[in-house]
């Protein structure tokens, strides 16, 4: 049974920080490409970024590139979204999910397992 744990979201000011972190239990972690997806109210999901198994390959949305960073530890099974110079368009529930690829993909059908979501909301 593979599960997703995401934690890490909070509320924080127009420019903060936050760090939001993706525990991976049930799979061997470290072939799989990981994703970040985030929904706000009233919105489809969309793709945030995501990181190859290897770590060696990484893509971003072109709203948050340069201010978000992914990253993944292999030993903690754990996969990270470092975001910075949040905006208030930036609020909705972030989710981690993983599938059966090594390589990373943008579109949610590459992902089979989801997380249950951490809420972001960035104040102005």
């Known amino acids: 049974q593979v599960q997703l744990v995401e934690s890490g979201g909070g509320l924080v000011q127009a420019g903060g920080s936050l760090r939001l972190s993706c525990a991976v239990t049930?799979?061997?972690?470290?072939?799989?490409?990981m994703g970040w997806f985030r929904q706000a109210p009233g919105k489809e999901r969309e793709f945030v970024t995501a990181i190859s198994g290897s770590g060696g390959f990484t893509f971003y949305a072109d709203s948050v590139k340069g201010r978000f960073i992914i990253s993944r530890d292999n030993a903690k099974k754990t996969v990270f979204l470092q975001m910075n110079s949040l905006k208030p368009e930036d609020t909705a529930v972030y989710y981690c999910?993983?599938?059966?690829?090594?390589?990373?993909?943008?579109?949610?059908?590459?992902?089979?397992?989801w997380g249950q979501g951490t809420q972001v909301t960035v104040s102005s």
């Open positions: 999910a993983t599938g059966s690829r090594s390589s990373a993909s943008t579109t949610m059908d590459s992902y089979t397992y």
């Open positions: 049930g799979r061997t972690y470290s072939t799989y490409a």
